[in-house]
C-alpha cells in the first residue's frame, strides 16, 4: 500500500516561519521525483517546488523563490519544504506529490493547511 502522509501546517503571522513534512511509505521513495503543490480557495493547484531523485536538483515557483526550500532524506523516506518570510498569499492546503516521470500523475497526500494571517 502506498502513502504520503504531510504535516507541519498550521496557523502562522506574516513574515513567520513553518517546515512542512511528508512520510512516504509502499514504494522506492529514492526512485521518484518529489514535489509540492498547493491550492488556495478559488484558485488551480500549482506547482511549488521539485527535488529530483538524486536531490541534487531542485526547481521553485517564482512566488516562493528565496523564501522556501524543499529537501528529502532518503533513509527517512521522508519530504520537506522548509517555508520562511511567509506571505497571506502562501495560504492554501499543500500537498506532496511522487513521480515516476513527468508522463503520470504519481502519488498524492491529503494534504495540510497553511493559514497565514495577522
Known amino acids: 500500500q502506498v502513502k504520503l502522509v504531510e504535516s507541519g501546517g498550521g496557523l502562522v503571522q506574516p513574515g513567520g516561519s513553518l517546515t512542512l513534512s511528508c512520510e512516504a511509505s509502499g514504494f522506492i521513495f529514492s526512485a521518484y521525483v518529489m514535489n509540492w503543490y498547493r491550492q488556495a480557495p478559488g484558485k488551480e493547484r500549482e506547482l511549488v517546488a521539485t527535488?529530483?531523485?538524486?536531490?541534487?536538483?531542485?526547481n521553485y515557483a517564482d512566488s516562493v523563490k528565496g523564501r522556501f526550500i524543499i529537501s528529502r532524506n532518503d533513509s527517512k523516506k521522508t519530504l520537506y519544504l522548509q517555508m520562511s518570510s511567509l506571505k497571506p498569499e502562501d495560504t492554501a492546503v499543500y500537498y506532496c506529490n511522487a513521480r515516476p516521470n513527468s508522463y503520470v500523475d504519481g502519488y498524492w497526500g491529503q494534504g495540510t493547511q497553511v493559514t497565514v494571517s495577522s
Open positions: 527535488i529530483i531523485n538524486t536531490g541534487t536538483r531542485k
